[in-house]
T-cell receptor, first 111, second 112 residues
Framework: GDSVTQMEGPVTLSEEAFLTINCTYTATGYPSLFWYVQYPGEGLQLLLK?????DKGSNKGFEATYRKETTSFHLEKGSVQVSDSAVYFC??????????FGSGTRLQVQP | GAGVSQSPSNKVTEKGKDVELRCDPISGHTALYWYRQSLGQGLEFLIYFQGNSAPDKSGLPSDRFSAERTGGSVSTLTIQRTQQEDSAVYLCASSLSFDEQFFGPGTRLTVL
């Protein structure tokens, strides 16, 4: 079945540091890939997405590239801010319509 | 416009009782999903409704769980004879297109 594996947290960084959160997946066919973010006290929000190989999703300074050859969709940001502190979820959708999520990675950014 | 709303926001119940959780999707969204977010299991899919089609119930963990969607809008997730392992945050999402789902704030269920 489909599955998503992402790095365990928490990830603790200083403000303006470079962020990478690794995500790899197993799926049949060619899934769409997503990053969702959950800020403290808020619901899940779509951060970015990519629907085919080599697509790059981007939003709010975050980027992720759909790498079919390595079945990966790593999340990156060049300079994190305290306001980026949240839990980040990698997810895929492979025709079943429902999303398959990774376990989530908590990011803590210190001033 | 209004987002997905869920009620109650918190529910505390005793083991063995039945509970109903409600979801109001974004107006016009044809698809509605229920997920569960728990410490041990992460975020897991429960059930999916699309228009008038039969729901995809493949994620429901046991026959104590059921859901319905009336008039293609509001949905109710019912858990019968609750157990402590049912304690989790229950999330509802809706979508117009199949790829972007909009999530509600969730209902935190605690089974004592």
């Amino acid at each position: 079945g489909d599955s998503v594996t992402q790095m365990e947290g928490p990830v603790t960084l200083s403000e303006e540091a470079f962020l990478t959160i690794n995500c790899t997946y197993t799926a049949t066919g060619y899934p769409s890939l997503f990053w969702y973010v959950q800020y403290p006290g808020e619901g899940l929000q779509l951060l970015l997405k990519a629907t085919k190989a080599d697509d790059k999703g981007s939003n709010k300074g975050f980027e992720a590239t759909y790498r079919k050859e390595t079945t990966s969709f790593h999340l990156e940001k060049g300079s994190v801010q305290v306001s980026d502190s949240a839990v980040y979820f990698c997810a895929l959708e492979s025709g079943r319509r429902a999303l398959t999520f990774g376990s989530g990675t908590r990011l803590q950014v210190q001033p | 416009g209004a987002g997905v709303s869920q009620s109650p926001s918190n529910k505390v119940t005793e083991k063995g009782k039945d509970v109903e959780l409600r979801c109001d999707p974004i107006s016009g969204h044809t698809a509605l999903y229920w997920y569960r977010q728990s410490l041990g299991q992460g975020l897991e899919f429960l059930i999916y409704f699309q228009g008038n089609s039969a729901p995809d119930k493949s994620g429901l963990p046991s026959d104590r769980f059921s859901a319905e969607r009336t008039g293609g809008s509001v949905s109710t997730l019912t858990i019968q004879r609750t157990q402590q392992e049912d304690s989790a945050v229950y999330l509802c999402a809706s979508s117009l297109s199949f790829d972007e789902q909009f999530f509600g704030p969730g209902t935190r269920l605690t089974v004592l």
